[in-house]
């Protein structure tokens, strides 16, 4: 229980951290500006170890050293390049603040430092060990926390503080890594030279890239919307995720790693999780019934959201192991359609974040119900599927309303 134990602390310091953003600091350009650029450095972390490195550790396909060593390096480059460009967005759109600089240089300097643990932490959990990969962010949410105590004189100020101590966090949890050589066994592993073909790589890069640069794109969206909204939308994307990694990161690798044979304890864990998120779920519609009904809506969708991000969670980590490399093909092309009509939508009068929470919440149903489908798992698959036209038919009327 190390595993969740460890999951479920990292979320709460998490979440304890985006309640003191948000009303220690409060939501305004500042705090858009971090959580944009934080999502577009973890970005290529999530491309290159998430979505590339983890599944060729699972899969028979096997990463080489070779290119264990330029995911290292590129990972690190990649995120620098795409904050340097999300910091001339903001300021192209005049949503960044006087002290876009200084969070700039911050989140540079915590992205390249979250490349070392992720690297270390990915190659860990394929390995079936999910302690490092739970806690990932622990030491630096903890941190994070206590640099919010201060009383700083502006929003930027916290913002760049903070984000200099989540980079501190990171160098000690490295350090500590490192000393203990987490995930040095599995990546030495890794065969020097290729065996076979090695499209597998291709098809798990185009699928990472596909799907994390589209939830990216919707940041970008989101900027264009009214001030702090790309705050609230990190705020769901992290309600959604701290539930789902509870789950997902902290037991998965127990029950999908280099070793397991069949599906069956996998879909096991689906339909353990799927009730657990529905009663979750619940449970927000109805705090928000009582505290804003308003907030129905979107919370309906984000209960629609935890589930689909679960199933997808799931069953992207069973279709690492037991699915050829190409079982993500139809998946990509869909996930390019809703990003390009959520970027269509933003044209409308009526265009919100409902609108936004709902496309992402359609891009993990609809890879959970394709890659559920060529699992096998018809029930849940046809269960998601209905999550995702409930999504499609809020989505039409929301922007309906305007016509």
Do not use: H
């Not at 983890?54 to 050293?65: G, V």
Request: charged content about 10%.
């Amino acid at each position: 229980m190390r595993g969740p134990l460890v999951s479920i602390a990292s979320q709460l310091t998490g979440l304890i951290q985006l309640a003191a953003i948000l009303f220690l600091v409060g939501a305004d350009n500042s705090t858009d500006s971090y959580f944009y650029l934080f999502t577009l450095g973890l970005t290529p972390i999530l491309i290159l170890m998430v979505g590339l490195m983890y599944p060729l550790l699972l899969n028979e396909e096997r990463i080489t050293l070779g290119g264990l060593r330029r995911i290292r390096w590129a990972a690190p480059a990649s995120s620098g390049a795409l904050v340097l460009g999300g910091s001339i967005w903001l300021s192209v759109t005049d949503s960044g603040g006087p002290w876009l600089g200084y969070l700039t240089l911050a989140v540079i300097t915590n992205s390249v430092a979250q490349c070392a643990v992720w690297f270390r932490a990915v190659a860990a959990e394929a390995g079936g060990d999910p302690l490092w990969i739970s806690g990932v962010a622990l030491p630096a949410n903890i941190l994070a926390v206590v640099s919010l105590i201060f009383p700083w004189p502006n929003s930027g100020a916290a913002m760049a503080a903070m984000t200099f101590a989540l980079a501190l966090g990171n160098l000690m949890l490295y350090v500590v890594m490192r000393r203990r050589q987490v995930g040095v066994v599995v990546l030495q592993e890794s065969p020097a030279t290729r065996v076979g073909s090695a499209r597998g790589s291709y098809w798990f890069l185009g699928k990472a890239s596909v799907g994390y640069a589209g939830q990216a794109t919707m940041q970008s969206i989101a900027v264009t919307l009214p001030a702090s909204s790309v705050t609230f939308l990190n705020l769901a994307n992290k309600i959604v995720g701290a539930a789902s990694s509870t789950f997902v990161n902290a037991l998965m690798p127990l029950v999908i790693n280099q070793s397991t044979e069949t599906t069956a304890s996998g879909r096991k864990f689906l339909r353990l999780s799927l009730p657990i998120m529905a009663l979750g779920g619940g449970a927000l519609i109805v705090i928000a019934a009582v505290v804003n009904p308003e907030l129905i809506l979107t919370s309906i969708i984000v209960t629609c959201w935890l589930l689909t991000s679960t199933a997808a969670a799931v069953a992207q980590r069973m279709a690492f192991r037991f699915l050829d490399a190409n079982a993500s093909r139809i998946s990509m092309a869909v996930i390019l359609v809703v990003t390009a009509a959520a970027a269509a939508s933003a044209l409308s009068p009526s265009f919100s974040l409902n609108v936004l929470l709902g496309a992402l919440a359609i891009m993990d149903g609809v890879t959970a119900a394709l890659l559920l489908w060529a699992l096998r798992d018809r029930t849940v698959s046809a269960i998601v599927s209905i999550l995702v036209a409930c999504l499609v038919y809020i989505w039409i009327a929301t922007l309906w309303s305007s016509i």
